[in-house]
């Protein structure tokens, strides 16, 4: 059975930063699809980056609005992702959750993902 843990919210003053953690358990991650998504009450969740491992090579995908600021990485030994959150703003404040797929399809989409987390709080305070 596959788990997803994420940890490493919190709340920090904009400026600041984070770094989100994804333990993955029943689920090898390499030749994977993962990727970190965000959702704030009210609307849909959104993709914040993607990372795309495969026997060559690892491409990583991000968000235009956190491109820059944000980087995606894996350690294959530890089975876990990671979110390095830099210069956070207050409109990154969301619940941060992290995703894993069976198959490879469009990173961006939330339907492309079958195991997910139960997801990490960020608060960024202007």
């Known amino acids: 059975q596959v788990h997803l843990v994420e940890s490493g919210g919190g709340s920090v003053p904009a400026g600041g930063s984070l770094k989100l953690s994804c333990v993955i358990s029943?689920?090898?991650?390499?030749?994977?699809?993962m990727a970190w998504f965000r959702q704030v009450p009210g609307k849909t969740r959104e993709v914040v980056a993607s990372?795309?491992?495969?026997?060559?090579?690892?491409?990583?995908y991000y968000d235009d609005s956190v491109k820059g600021r944000y980087t995606i990485s894996q350690d294959s030994a530890k089975n876990t992702m990671y979110l390095q959150m830099n210069n956070l703003k207050p409109e990154d404040t969301a619940m941060y959750y992290c995703a894993a797929a069976l198959h490879v399809g469009a990173w961006f989409s939330s339907a492309s993902y079958d195991y997910w987390g139960q997801g990490t709080q960020v608060t960024v305070s202007g």
């Open positions: 029943g689920y090898k991650i390499t030749y994977k699809l």
């Open positions: 990372l795309l491992t495969d026997s060559t090579d690892t491409i990583t």
